[in-house]
């Protein structure tokens, strides 16, 4: 059996030296192969007059080219069809096939099971005030996003995030896991785990606290009196600087914007349900890559712990990178029209 096959500059050559008068022999020495391969390649030129590989015709496929292009509308249609139904929609049809036949006419389609990336759930007054948000910053200066002290609150799971295991698959193409169909909305809520609030600016990361119990207006202002001013101090961020937080009831309540308003302190305006445009979601998720599965602790006072010296080790440059591309943040929400995107 052929274990290669020659090029088409060798084949060419055996039957140039064999026109030539050479024998099979002198031309298996010349080219160093094999005495039967030169006479396999002498006696197809002999017959077909050719040294190009001929059509090989293979086995036949068990589906007609109908049944392929429904399988493949079917799963552009459905993203979230699986291959048994697949598989029970061409036994309708009269062909039966099994799934692996199935899962590759779906690849060659370029269609292949994907896990379905989780974003918020958006609503079109959501998506409206994302654009708004985005347009409108869309020409600041780099100076201003400089100026902004971004924070957030998470939750850190001691034997890290599981929500993987709950992922559904379906089919789609590259490059398309952030189109409107394709995401799993997500919507907020509240074991071994902390929840821990935290800030960073392009100068470096700010304070990082430890929630105890749950977070409500009076324990969040009690964070920001303690943490806020010293971190926008350390971070060298000046009396003018921004201040950015979501829209979480605690933080927009009216004793917590009465705190902001005495302390003069400006407030980014925020569209709900956009973590992607929060850089710290950035920071977050290295941070448990690193404090929960590489130091591995072993209970919460650990994690803490871990937690607190990964944050101060993130580096400024880092920090700074985040803020410096933030404008293609705006732009990607603006190609979305509102919509979900890739960060």
């Known amino acids: 059996m052929k274990n290669k096959e020659h090029t088409r500059q060798v084949r060419d050559t055996v039957v140039k ?18 005495r039967s391969t030169v006479q396999a390649i002498i006696l197809k030129w002999k017959e077909y007059q050719t040294t190009a590989n001929l059509p090989r015709p293979g086995r036949p496929s068990k589906l007609s080219a109908h049944t392929r292009r ?30 692996t036949t199935i899962s590759r006419i779906l690849h060659k389609s370029v269609h292949y099971g994907r896990v379905a990336r989780r974003k918020p759930f958006l609503k079109d007054i959501h ?29 850190i799971e001691l034997f890290g995030n599981n929500a993987k295991c709950k992922t559904l698959c379906f089919w ?9 169909e394709h995401p799993i909305p997500t919507v907020k809520h509240g074991g071994c785990s902390i ?14 606290v430890k929630i105890d119990g749950m977070m409500d207006g009076a324990k969040y202002r009690t964070i920001l009196e303690e943490n806020l001013m010293e971190s926008a101090k350390d971070l060298r961020l000046g009396q003018r600087f921004v201040f950015q937080q979501d829209n979480d009831l605690k933080h927009k309540a009216k004793s917590t914007m009465e705190w902001f308003k005495n302390k003069h302190i400006q407030v980014l305006e925020w569209p709900s349900q956009s973590p992607d445009l929060n850089p710290i979601e950035n920071l977050w998720k290295e941070l448990k890559r690193t404090a929960v599965h590489k130091c591995s602790p072993s209970n919460l006072t650990e994690l803490e712990l871990f937690c607190k010296e990964e944050w101060e080790k993130i580096s400024v440059s880092r920090c700074a990178k985040l803020i ?9 929400v603006i190609a979305a029209k509102g919509g979900a995107t890739k960060y």
């Open 17 to 34: 030296k064999f026109k030539a008068g050479f024998g099979y022999k002198k031309i298996s020495q010349a080219l160093n192969i094999p």
């Open 70 to 99: 429904r399988l493949i509308r079917d799963a552009a249609k459905r993203p979230m069809i699986t291959l048994d139904e697949l598989q029970r929609s061409t036994a309708e049809v009269g062909d039966s096939v099994h799934r």
């Open 127 to 155: 998506k409206k005030c994302r654009l708004k948000f985005a347009t409108s910053h869309l020409g600041d200066t780099p100076n201003m996003w400089k100026k902004v002290l971004w924070s957030d609150e998470t939750k």
């Open 172 to 180: 789609r193409k590259s490059n398309t896991a952030h189109h409107p």
């Open 195 to 208: 929840m821990v609030w935290a800030c960073f600016s392009s100068a470096g990361t700010g304070k990082m």
């Open 324 to 332: 410096e591309t933030y404008p293609k943040r705006l732009t990607a």
